[in-house]
């Protein structure tokens, strides 16, 4: 399938993980990709993967300015956008009386602001007919301990699907969100999961195993192709079962 030859997408966070897997399924399907990150070697290094036609753009997620500083890349590129997965993030988990406000504000800020400013700033290079997909998490659905700030963040990540929803519905573009739950990414190896605590994890999950970045991204890419488009503010779980049965 080409769904999307001739068109342009941008991944934030796409230099790794659950974000480089889904910035390569786009461009096997046709797509020019446009990734971001904060890491200049991860970055060149996932930007040969994806093609000549590939841009990738150091930018600081989680910032109002650094928002302004990638759409005025895109528009001095001449970039118009076609879907955006807005992916890059950060999960940091603490017991609520260890929660200090410093963990707050950097959660707050990637996970919330920086998307938030992003969406904003990008507003006038999206094309009739564009999608934005939003990359939230279960944890909004859980009482996890020790996840109170994450969790908090992504449900104002699900709360966004909807509003900016009918914000931009007039523009011709819509607003989803995934929700994925536990997915074998590096991730895991930097919050330090033992193979005790992802056992206990798999325990919880129906389908007995973790979900790959694989069956994140093709979710990503049916939500951001004309296939879904009578799909609207709406938020798509992908967890194996875990918090439906």
């Known amino acids: 399938m080409n769904r999307f030859e001739g068109k342009t997408v941008l991944v934030t966070g796409g230099n790794s993980g659950m974000g480089l897997v889904t910035a390569q399924a786009f461009a096997a399907e046709g797509a020019r990709v446009i990734i971001t990150g904060r890491d200049e070697a991860s970055l060149a290094a996932a930007a040969r993967t994806l093609g000549e036609s590939a841009l990738a753009i150091r930018n600081d997620a989680g910032s109002a300015a ?60 999206f094309n009739k007919g564009a999608s934005i997909v939003l990359n939230a ?37 819509r607003v989803n969100v995934v929700s994925p739950g536990p997915v074998t990414t590096p991730l895991h190896t930097k919050l330090g999961f033992d193979d005790d605590t992802k056992e206990q994890i798999r325990n919880q999950i129906p389908l007995g195993r973790f979900g790959n970045s694989s069956e994140i991204a093709s979710t990503v890419l049916h939500l951001a192709s004309a296939e879904s488009g009578f799909i609207v503010g709406t938020e798509i779980v992908i967890d194996g079962g875990m918090i439906q049965l």
């Open 137 to 173: 998490s279960i944890n909004a659905h859980i009482g996890m301990p020790s996840s109170s700030v994450y969790a908090a963040s992504k449900a104002a990540l699900i709360s966004l699907a909807k509003t900016l929803s009918a914000e931009l519905l007039p523009r011709g573009v």
């Open 66 to 125: 650094g928002a302004r500083e990638l759409a005025q890349r895109l528009t001095n590129e001449d970039v118009r956008l076609d879907a955006v997965f807005i992916n890059a993030g950060i999960a940091k988990f603490a017991a609520f009386a260890d929660v200090a406000e410093s963990m707050w504000d950097e959660s707050f800020d990637i996970n919330v602001k920086g998307p938030y400013f992003q969406i904003q700033a990008l507003t006038p290079l």
